[in-house]
């Protein structure tokens, strides 16, 4: 797929509403066959979701650690549920039995894992965010189209009834003009990560497996795990993590794709001194024809815009719409509309999310995602721009005809750099 084709056809399955098209569980009588790769923290939240779900069977676990994998193992077999061991990816990949993967892996390692899943024929459902680089998530559309498979992405706030419903009322034009749309993580749990001693790698962890395409490091606790979002290496701290999820409510609050301009400012204001290399604090702008989409996030603390410690604002003349995933309101501008008490959160998203994908799977029809693979890449790509323009520190002017920036310093943060014998696959 040409780059130039990418982001538009994002851009009209988001203004069109298809992401959100609703679906019937309907299932045949052979279930369906996962496996997981990655089976610590949100890998696993996924596969305990997904086998909620009717006639689904898990029949494999993979990961490099393998202190981590047995654990999941004995907790599965505990449940009556016998499944396979790998620790090379590709291995599991050659398994026939498996229809579907679930790649829960860090952010470095989604682009080469779901390529190779859907090139050796099975359907995926991948974590957010969809890649590391912009040019990452264009590959994994192509590969996508190329191998006809179904690719879900963990966005499942769009499988959500409370967040389309606020979408709905946004699109009534009943907030009058929207001038400004605000959306935030503020995560007051992700506390300073102090720093540690490179160390000899742990028993029973491949690291060499783990690093794959990254650059070649000592061991390091910091970078393992959970913290390894808060390294370059890996992945893109909070604006990724969390801006995925808010930004992608902004966009299609507002019908938008592409913006016009994009500038960010911040820095490791709350922990200067601690191990973590991304931004504890930032903010960053999106430029449109007649109105700003902002960007906030800050490590440590909780209290964010509408003391609300994430969420999205559509800000009207009329009246602020405030949404999180606890539910929605609507706070008027004094007289000029009625307010709208807390509507809440009536739904599991995840479950939610994971049957929409298994009924695709079931009724071979991509048209039924609520997450499909070219909106993760759409909302992964706009967050990469704040990122980018972090790095820069200047006001960076996007080209929607070349589809890349006008300034060539960001242009060069457009493909993650590949090492150890690693390459981004050519689709």
């Not at 599991?92 to 790649?103: F, H, S, T, W």
């Not at 907030?175 to 993580?185: T, Y």
């Not at 999180?324 to 959160?345: C, H, K, T």
């Not at 071979?364 to 323009?389: C, E, R, Y």
Request: hydrophobic letters at 40%; one cysteine or more.
């Amino acid at each position: 797929m040409k780059r130039k084709d990418f982001i538009r056809s994002a851009a009209v399955l988001a203004a069109s509403g298809m992401f959100y098209k609703a679906s019937a569980q309907t299932m045949n009588n052979e279930p369906l066959r996962v496996a997981l790769i990655g089976v610590n923290g949100m890998g696993w939240a996924d596969l305990t979701a997904i086998l909620k779900v009717p006639n689904v069977e898990c029949i494999a676990l993979c990961d490099v650690d393998e202190n981590v994998l047995d654990k999941r193992i004995a907790e599965l077999a505990a449940k009556n549920i016998k499944v396979e061991r790998y620790i090379d990816y590709k291995e599991l990949l050659e398994n026939k039995r498996i229809d579907a993967v679930i790649i829960g892996t860090p952010d470095h390692w989604h682009c080469l894992q779901m390529i190779d899943a859907v090139a050796a024929g099975k359907h995926v459902y991948v974590e957010k965010p969809l890649g590391n680089s912009i040019h990452e998530c264009e590959a994994m559309v192509a590969a996508t189209t190329k191998y006809n498979r179904i690719v879900q992405v963990g966005q499942w706030q769009r499988s959500q009834k409370h967040f389309k419903d606020a979408v709905d009322f946004v699109h009534s034009g009943k907030l009058g003009k929207v001038r400004l749309v605000k959306a935030w993580a503020y995560q007051g749990w992700m506390k300073s990560i102090p720093v540690k001693p490179d160390t000899a790698v742990p028993a029973g962890v491949h690291y060499d497996r783990w690093l794959g395409p990254a650059k070649k490091r000592p061991f390091n606790p910091n970078r393992f795990h959970f913290e390894f979002r808060w390294f370059w290496d890996y992945a893109g701290g909070l604006m990724t993590d969390w801006g995925v999820h808010m930004l992608d409510y902004a966009l299609l609050g507002m019908k938008v794709s592409d913006p016009k301009s994009v500038m960010a400012a911040g820095g490791k204001f709350a922990y200067p001194d601690d191990a973590a290399e991304t931004p504890d604090t930032l903010t960053t702008v999106f430029e449109f024809d007649d109105f700003n989409i902002q960007w906030e996030h800050a490590n440590g603390i909780d209290l964010g815009p509408y003391n609300r410690n994430h969420g999205v604002s559509f800000i009207g003349n009329n009246g602020t719409l405030v949404l999180d995933r606890n539910g929605w309101e609507v706070i008027p501008e004094g007289d000029r509309m009625e307010a709208i008490a807390l509507q809440p959160s009536s739904d599991d998203g995840l479950l939610m999310h994971m049957q929409n994908f298994v009924a695709a799977i079931h009724k071979k029809d991509t048209a039924l995602l609520h997450a499909p693979v070219q909106a993760g890449a759409h909302i992964a790509i706009f967050s990469q721009m704040g990122n980018i323009a972090y790095k820069t520190g200047k006001k960076l002017y996007w080209d929607k005809q070349k589809r890349q920036f006008t300034d060539a310093q960001a242009n060069t943060f457009l493909r993650a750099e590949y090492h150890n014998g690693y390459t981004l696959p050519q689709v």
